[in-house]
Each structure stands twice: as C-alpha cells, then as structure tokens.
C-alpha cells in the first residue's frame, strides 16, 4: 500500500480555505491594534501560512501587515533527535518593541519548537505580546505552550504523522493524516 492510500484527510482544500478565513476573522477580532500585528512564520510552511495571512487579512480589512520568519533551529534543546534541514534566514523587518507577534506554524506536537522560536525571537527584543497560530494541534505536549488560534484539533497517537500540504509547496491543498 502507498503513502497516499494510506493517508487521511483532515482538511480538504476547500475545508483549508474556510478554516483561514476563520483564523483571519479571528485575529482582526482579537488583536485591539492591527497596526502593531507582525505576522512571524516559522519555516518551513509556517512562513507560507504567514503569506496567506496576510494576504486574508488584507482582502477583508485592506490593512497591510508586516511579515517576518524565525527560524529556531539554534535555540532547540532537542536538535539531535529533530531531522535536520536547510536553515533559513530570519527576516525580522521592524523592531520588535511594542508589537503584538504572532508566532504561526503548520503543526504544534511537543512545544519545542515553539519554545525555541520564542527563545529566538527574544534576541531579538521584547515584544509587548506574543501570540500563536498553529493549523493542527496534534497533542502529545511536553512543554505547557497552548496556541491562541488554532485550525483543528487532531488527537494522534506518536508514531502517526500530520502534514499541511500547501499549493505553492507540494502542489496540492490540504491537511492529511499519514
């Protein structure tokens, strides 16, 4: 049996579309000051989701809101037992002072990435918020980081795998369970 036969689907494209569209509307309902939003995507598809983002935001406020990526591989306490990829330049385009960041990921699974994304983006300063967006919360936490906004919760057992698959990326939409 293939990868592909093997695999669930979670989130359909059209299903991907609709659960942005929710995420946006929530973060222009919970963040006071859109003008102190930087949107900081966490490579590889968190800096994709970041776009989307934006590019949503946009459409429904015709605001334009700052982007940047981190990429927190130097700051992980776990880089022996995490696979290894090209890093990716971090691209913080303002200070980070008294601006409300939200983190944004494809999948949250144990915390340490998101903790050490932080740890990287406080070397960068203090932010007067940070906040995080992640479109799969997987469980299996090891550290207590809870996203703020978050597409859909998939309880999974350690050995299952969630991918977001995106257009631009894989050539195909949608979040699969592999």
Not at 89 to 106: G, N, S
Not at 132 to 145: A, K, N, T, Y
Request: aromatic share 4%; charged share 30%; with cysteine.
């Amino acid at each position: 049996m293939s990868n592909t036969e093997k695999r669930i689907v979670i989130l359909n494209e059209a299903e991907l579309g609709k659960t942005l569209s929710r995420l946006t509307s929530e973060i222009i309902e919970k963040v006071t000051n859109l003008n102190d939003l930087l949107l900081v995507g966490i490579p590889t598809r968190g800096v994709h989701l970041a776009e989307v983002l934006e590019k949503e935001i946009y459409s429904k406020i015709g605001l334009k809101i700052s982007k940047g990526t981190i990429d927190p591989t130097f700051y992980r306490d776990d880089q022996d037992r995490v696979e290894t990829r090209l890093i990716k330049a971090t691209d913080i385009p303002t200070p980070i002072e008294k601006k409300v960041i939200i983190l944004i990921d494809d999948v949250i699974y144990t915390g340490r990435t998101i903790r050490a994304a932080m740890d990287s983006l406080y070397s960068w300063g203090r932010p007067k918020r940070v906040m995080l967006l992640v479109m799969v919360d997987r469980g299996h936490r090891e550290l207590p980081i809870q996203p703020d906004f978050c597409g859909r919760k998939v309880p999974t057992s350690k050995n299952e795998c969630i991918n977001l698959r995106l257009k631009n990326l894989d050539g195909e939409e949608g979040v699969f369970l592999e």
